[in-house]
T-cell receptor, first 115, second 113 residues
Framework: AQSVSQHNHHVILSEAASLELGCNYS??????LFWYVQYPGQHLQLLLK????DPLVKGIKGFEAEFIKSKFSFNLRKPSVQWSDTAEYFC?????????????WGAGTKLIIKP | NAGVTQTPKFQVLKTGQSMTLQCAQD?????MSWYRQDPGMGLRLIHY???????DQGEVPNGYNVSRSTTEDFPLRLLSAAPSQTSVYFC????????????FGPGTRLTVT
C-alpha cells in the first residue's frame, strides 16, 4: 500500500545536538511535501513545505528539509536543537495526481530535548 | 483572530451515544476538514468540505456525518459511538483545497467506553 513512513516514533537528544528526522514515501510521480509540528499544548502548524525548485527547503525556527527524489525521502534537519524544539513532528505528502489534493500523513515522531 | 476553535476538548461517551464535535474558523477559509489521530498512525481524513453546502468523504467516513451550512462552521456528528472511535479529532481549515497550509484546531480527545 502507498504510505508515508517516519522511521522513528521517539527521539531523545541533548541540547545542541544535531537532528535528522526521516520521512519516506512510496508514491511515484510528482509530490508535494510538508513537515508539520505540534508543540506541547499547541495546535499543529506548518514547519516547511516543498513543491518544486531547490530541493533544500528552509522553514521556521532554523529547520530545513532536503527532498531526494531518487530516495523518495524528505528528511527534516536542524544543526543544533534547543529545549524548545520538544514537540511532535509530522511528515505529510500530497501526490499531485490526486485530484482530491489529500494529504497523506506519517505517524509522527515525538522529539524530546533534554536540557 | 481566534483561528480554528474546537469544542469540547475532552469527551467521554458510552457505546451507542451520539454527539457533535464543534469546529469553527474565523478566517473565511473555503476548505475545512476533520481528521482523527490514533497512536502509531498518521492523521486520517474523515470528511471534508470545499465550501458551504458541499461536503465529501475522506479515507475513514463510516460512523460520522458532517454538514456545512455556513463558511465558519463544520460540525462532526458521531451517530452511534463505538469504542473504535476513541481517538483525538482535529479540525483544520485552509484558504482553498489546493492551499496546503492547513490551520488546525487544538483537538478533541474522545473516549468511548
Amino acid at each position: 500500500a502507498q504510505s508515508v513512513s517516519q522511521h522513528n516514533h521517539h527521539v531523545i537528544l541533548s541540547e545542541a545536538a544535531s537532528l535528522e528526522l526521516g520521512c519516506n514515501y512510496s508514491y511515484g510521480g510528482t509530490v508535494n511535501l510538508f513537515w508539520y509540528v505540534q508543540y506541547p499544548g499547541q495546535h499543529l502548524q506548518l514547519l516547511l513545505k516543498y513543491f518544486s525548485g531547490d530541493p533544500l527547503v528552509k522553514g521556521i525556527k532554523g529547520f530545513e528539509a532536503e527532498f531526494i527524489k531518487s530516495k523518495f525521502s524528505f528528511n527534516l534537519r536542524k544543526p543544533s536543537v534547543q529545549w524548545s524544539d520538544t514537540a511532535e513532528y509530522f511528515c505529510a505528502v500530497n501526490p499531485r495526481w490526486d485530484s482530491n489534493y489529500q494529504l497523506i500523513w506519517g505517524a509522527g515522531t515525538k522529539l524530546i530535548i533534554k536540557p | 483572530n481566534a483561528g480554528v476553535t474546537q469544542t469540547p476538548k475532552f469527551q467521554v461517551l458510552k457505546t451507542g451515544q451520539s454527539m457533535t464535535l464543534q469546529c469553527a474558523q474565523d478566517m473565511n477559509h473555503e476548505y475545512m476538514s476533520w481528521y482523527r489521530q490514533d497512536p502509531g498512525m498518521g492523521l486520517r481524513l474523515i470528511h471534508y468540505s470545499v465550501g458551504a453546502g458541499i461536503t465529501d468523504q475522506g479515507e475513514v467516513p463510516n460512523g460520522y456525518n458532517v454538514s456545512r451550512s455556513t463558511t465558519e462552521d463544520f460540525p462532526l456528528r458521531l451517530l452511534s459511538a463505538a469504542p473504535s472511535q476513541t481517538s483525538v479529532y482535529f479540525c483544520a481549515s485552509s484558504y482553498s483545497r489546493q492551499s496546503y497550509e492547513q490551520y488546525f484546531g487544538p483537538g478533541t480527545r474522545l473516549t468511548v467506553t
